[in-house]
């Protein structure tokens, strides 16, 4: 069996298991996402996500995976899984193709939710929580890593973990650059599971969190740390 037909075969199997989902939100109500600092996307709902890269910059991308982060962890990880690795009782939205099939399927579940039998199973985002955020979300979804993409390199992310560590504690003779480097080699092997051109990986976050201070290595070692371990 091919990547690309085990790809689609997960995927299938996600979006039909929507139609059995156990496990409902009830009457959790969503949580409010601020996104501040995105562009506004205005009244008329969009079928394809507007804060890929090559669409808004960098910058832009990289805040909205920041803010879907803390929008996905609010809303959706109590039944799709942190990280968005689904436990197998709702969609493994990693698998939604970055491109716009996926994008019309995603916002339409995001706008109306769904409901079985009377039951909802997914509540209706879109009038609460708003385009911007919707689109954040998606943004952080389809940016994480391919199943087991980090694998071939987990021994050397942890023996970079620990020299980040010492560097946060003695910082005399750090080679920053180095560490940096490295982390972005890594980083840009990782694929991501929706076909998506980058994937916000550990490695990815890592070299982005060090500046030369205490604080960075700090930081870079907290990711790296949560990282692996969600990993394993």
Known sequence: ??????????LGAAI?????????????????????????????????NPYRADKVGEETWLRAIEIGASGYNQNCARCHGLEVVSGGLAPD????EAEEYGDEWYVERFRVGYTQNGTTKMPAFGELLGQEAAWAIRTYI???????????????????????????????????????????????????????????????????????????YKAAQEALTIGLSAAN
Request: aromatic share 4%; net charge negative; proline share 4%.
């Open 93 to 96: 939205l990693r698998f939604l």
């Open 1 to 10: 069996m091919t990547k690309s037909t085990a790809k689609s075969l997960a």
């Open 142 to 216: 389809e940016a994480r890593p391919d199943e087991g993409a980090l694998d071939d390199y987990a021994d050397e992310l942890k023996a970079l973990r620990d020299q980040i560590a010492g560097y946060a504690t003695d910082g005399n003779g750090t080679d920053g650059g180095a560490l940096i480097n490295r982390l972005n080699e890594i980083s840009g092997q990782v694929e991501t599971a929706s076909g998506a051109p980058v994937a916000d990986s550990v490695a990815f976050r890592a070299a982005r969190l060090i500046d030369g201070t205490p604080e960075g």
């Open 16 to 48: 039909a298991s929507m139609a059995t989902l156990v496990l409902a939100h009830g009457d959790v109500a969503p949580q409010a996402v601020d996104t501040t600092g995105l562009p506004e996307m205005g009244e008329e709902w969009l079928t394809e």
